[in-house]
């Protein structure tokens, strides 16, 4: 349960014989500093040409999309569109509007399946090495956006995605919060079964950012340790 109240009647809420655990609220926010060339993603495809993301539906919670940029297409088919669903609702970091006035979540679609459609006719690129190439990690697979992380409940997040075909999802967002604490368990729960009323276990494939808190250079080295936020430090994740 999350209780709001003042300070002078969390010792009564402590106290109290049905209470086992408190726990302060974790803010989420966005994270995902770094893109699709430091995961080399460019160079997995060329390794395995035919794990392109075809037939494949992944989820992304964000910040939104924007679902008209042409990355998000098929080049094959004129005015075609791969983002196959998309749900927002508004919260204490989403406008609840059709959108990414953020532009975080449309950056992170990409990494993941944007087809880098313009890549070999963008001018100078500060810190990218040409040849350019923009194309997410799975170039074809569909899109499924829900916006955004604190509009909806864990399971909500999971549902919305799974009972539309995706079974892998991103989270680039999380709680600068080191610990493991009930929102990293909440995660570690629906890996194990994204779907309990259907019998046996749905299992799902999450994945969440590390955090912005690590500190180190720009190449992943030098960071600190135990510096991993919630949900990130869950165990199944």
Not at 61 to 79: L, Q, W
Request: glycine fraction near 14%.
């Amino acid at each position: 349960y999350k209780v709001n109240c003042s300070p002078d009647k969390l010792q009564d809420i402590v106290l109290a014989d049905a209470v086992q655990w408190v726990e302060t609220i974790q803010k989420r926010k966005v994270m995902n500093d770094l893109g699709t060339r430091k995961i080399k993603s460019y160079y997995a495809r060329v390794a395995h040409p035919g794990l392109d993301g075809s037939g494949v539906i992944v989820g992304v919670v964000d910040t939104g999309v924007d679902a008209k940029h042409p990355d998000f297409s098929d080049p094959s088919i004129p005015g075609s569109n791969r983002v196959v669903y998309y749900e927002y609702a508004p919260s204490v970091t989403s406008d609840g509007l059709e959108g990414d006035g953020n532009m975080h979540g449309t950056h992170v679609s990409g990494s993941v399946l944007g087809n880098g459609l313009y890549s070999f006719n963008a001018p100078s690129i500060p810190g990218s090495g040409q040849p350019y190439n923009f194309a997410g990690s799975a170039p074809n697979a569909k899109l499924i956006m829900i916006e955004d992380f604190n509009s909806f409940t864990d399971a909500d997040l999971v549902q919305k995605i799974y009972s539309r075909g995706g079974r892998l999802c991103n989270n680039s967002w999380g709680a600068s919060w080191p610990w493991y604490d009930t929102m990293s368990a909440s995660w570690d729960g629906l890996v194990r079964d994204a779907d309990p009323v259907t019998p046996g276990n749905q299992q799902y494939i999450l994945f969440f950012a590390a955090g912005n808190d690590g500190g180190g250079n720009t190449d992943g080295s030098g960071g600190f340790a135990g510096s991993v936020g919630m949900p990130g430090n869950a165990k199944n994740v």
